[in-house]
C-alpha cells in the first residue's frame, strides 16, 4: 500500500519569510513524486515533480523542493512567501510503472501580509 | 487555453437519482481519471481509464460507474445519488504511462455536487 502524509493542515507565515510544507511518503521502489496546488474556487495545478537526479527539483512560482530518500520526504519550499502563496497544497507520489496517483491530504498556507 | 473540461461547476440533486458527470479533454490525452476531494481527505482516485473503453478501479470505486467511450471523454456516474456521495469531483488526464509515469496531470476546475 501507499500512502502520503502531510502533518500539517495548516501553515502560517509572514510575507517574505520562508515557507516549508512537509510531505512525507510510504511506496516501495523509487516513485515519482509531485507537488500541485490549488488556489481558492479553482482547479489543481501542477508546481514541481521529482524523477530522479538532483534531489533538489525547481518548480513554477519560484518554489522549490527537496527529495530526501533515507528519510522518504519531499518538503515544498519558497525562500520568501508572497501573500498571493496563500492556497492549498497537495503531495503525491506514483510509483514507477503505475498509473495510479496517490494524494495527501493536503496543507492550508495562509501568508499574512 | 481551456484543456480539461467539466461540464457542470455546481449540481444539486436528490437521494436516488442518477447522476452523470462529464469530462472533456482536449489533449490527446490516454490517461482521465475521476478523484473527489473532501476536507481533511485529500484527493481519492475513483476510477481511471488507459484507453478507450479501458477502466480500472481506484480507491473509492463503491457507488460509482465510469463510461469512455471516446479517447477524449470519460463520464463520472452515480447510478442511485446518495448523501455521502456530496463532494467536489475532480476530472484530470495525462499521456500514456509506457515508462512515463512521470507524466503530470491537467485537471479541471471541478464539480461540486450536493446530494440532498
Known amino acids: 500500500a501507499q500512502s502520503v502524509a502531510q502533518p500539517e493542515d495548516q501553515v502560517n507565515v509572514a510575507e517574505g519569510n520562508p515557507l516549508t510544507v512537509k510531505c512525507t511518503y510510504s511506496v516501495s521502489g523509487n516513485p515519482y513524486l509531485f507537488w500541485y496546488v490549488q488556489y481558492p474556487n479553482r482547479g489543481l495545478q501542477f508546481l514541481l515533480k521529482?524523477?530522479?537526479?538532483?534531489?533538489l527539483v525547481k518548480g513554477s512560482y519560484g518554489f522549490e523542493a527537496e527529495f530526501n530518500k533515507s528519510q522518504t520526504s519531499f518538503h515544498l519550499k519558497k525562500p520568501s512567501a508572497l501573500v498571493s502563496d496563500s492556497a492549498l497544497y497537495f503531495c503525491?507520489?506514483?510509483?514507477?510503472?503505475?498509473?495510479?496517483?496517490?494524494f495527501g491530504a493536503g496543507t492550508t498556507v495562509t501568508v499574512r501580509a | 487555453d481551456v484543456k480539461v473540461t467539466q461540464s457542470s461547476r455546481y449540481l444539486v440533486k436528490r437521494t436516488g437519482e442518477k447522476v452523470f458527470l462529464e469530462c472533456v479533454q482536449d489533449?490527446?490525452?490516454?490517461?482521465m481519471f475521476w478523484y473527489r476531494q473532501d476536507p481533511g481527505l485529500g484527493l481519492r482516485l475513483i476510477y481511471f481509464s488507459y484507453d478507450v473503453k479501458m477502466k480500472e478501479k481506484g480507491d473509492i470505486p463503491e457507488g460509482y460507474s465510469v463510461s469512455r467511450e471516446k479517447k477524449e471523454r470519460f463520464s463520472l456516474i452515480l447510478e442511485s445519488a446518495s448523501t455521502n456521495q456530496t463532494s467536489m469531483y475532480l476530472c484530470?488526464?495525462?499521456?500514456?504511462?509506457?515508462?512515463?509515469?512521470?507524466?503530470?496531470?491537467?485537471f479541471g476546475a471541478g464539480s461540486r455536487l450536493t446530494v440532498l
Open positions: 521529482y524523477i530522479t537526479g538532483d534531489n
Open positions: 484530470a488526464s495525462s499521456l500514456g504511462t509506457g515508462g512515463s509515469g512521470a507524466n503530470v496531470l491537467t
Open positions: 503525491a507520489v506514483r510509483p514507477r510503472g503505475d498509473y495510479k496517483l496517490s
Open positions: 489533449m490527446d490525452h490516454e490517461n
